[in-house]
């Protein structure tokens, strides 16, 4: 259960982002399917108690990968093998989860969330200070969106079973060593009971 520490929610300043969740990166972590459904199932919850969803995918236009420098250890070599095209099937999101009517959605071009889209100026507009993360990987962009989100004074919720990596070593540290300064750590049946409480 929800411990007294755990800060309530108020859904309409809060936004749910499901970050990475596209067809070229869901197979790569454990028990996928079992993860996409949980986090499709709190997708639905916190839809219907007016929480705001946003979809966060990364994929790459020709003039993207041409403004990638070599200094870049990671987006580089992504840029070299031109993978993940912004219309390949790869970067489309998970047709599980698919955004709706009103859902932010924007394409990234390096780990963050927010590095190299207009998100945080969406989510200002609509007001929101809270975030809760969920997304594959733990280790990639739940970590780099954590620390920028952090940073710029949100509160900020990991769902601890609505993220997954494919190092689950990687993942345990980062749950338990690293998130928890930044962040609270809660699963989808605790959300579920501080969206009941909102």
């Given at each position: 259960?929800?411990t007294?520490?755990?800060?309530?929610?108020?859904?309409a300043?809060t936004?749910?982002?499901?970050?990475?969740f596209?067809?070229?990166?869901?197979a790569?972590v454990p028990?996928?399917?079992?993860?996409?459904?949980?986090v499709?199932?709190?997708i639905a919850d916190?839809?219907?108690?007016?929480?705001?969803?946003?979809?966060?995918?990364?994929a790459?236009?020709e003039?993207?990968?041409?403004t990638i420098?070599?200094?870049?250890k990671?987006?580089?070599?992504?840029a070299?093998?031109?993978?993940?095209?912004?219309?390949?099937?790869a970067?489309?999101i998970d047709t599980?989860?698919?955004?709706e009517d009103?859902?932010?959605?924007?394409?990234?071009?390096r780990f963050?969330?927010?590095?190299t889209?207009d998100?945080?100026?969406?989510?200002?507009d609509?007001?929101?200070d809270t975030?809760?993360?969920?997304?594959?990987?733990?280790?990639?962009?739940v970590?780099?969106?954590?620390?920028?989100?952090?940073d710029?004074?949100?509160r900020?919720?990991v769902?601890?079973?609505?993220?997954?990596?494919?190092?689950p070593?990687?993942?345990?540290?980062l749950?338990?060593?690293?998130?928890p300064?930044?962040?609270?750590l809660?699963?989808?049946?605790?959300?579920?009971?501080?969206?009941?409480?909102?």
């Open positions: 259960m929800t007294p520490a755990t800060p309530s929610i108020d859904p300043r936004a749910l982002l499901a970050m990475d596209q067809n070229g990166i869901v790569q028990e996928s399917d079992a993860l996409v459904n949980r499709k199932d709190v916190v839809r219907a108690a007016g929480v705001t969803v946003g979809y966060v995918r990364v790459f236009t003039d993207d990968w041409a420098p070599a200094t870049n990671t987006f580089s070599a992504v070299a093998a031109k993978l993940m095209h912004h219309e390949d099937d970067t489309r599980r989860i698919t955004p009103g859902d932010i959605v924007v394409r990234k071009i963050g969330a927010g590095s889209t998100l945080h100026e969406q989510l200002r609509r007001g929101i975030l809760v993360l969920s997304g594959i990987s733990t280790s990639g962009v970590l780099s969106t954590l620390i920028d989100a952090a710029r004074d949100y900020v919720y769902l601890t079973d609505g993220v997954a990596d494919s190092r070593e990687v993942h345990r540290v749950l338990d060593e690293v998130f300064s930044r962040a609270h809660i699963d989808t049946a605790e959300l579920r009971e501080l969206l009941k409480t909102a």
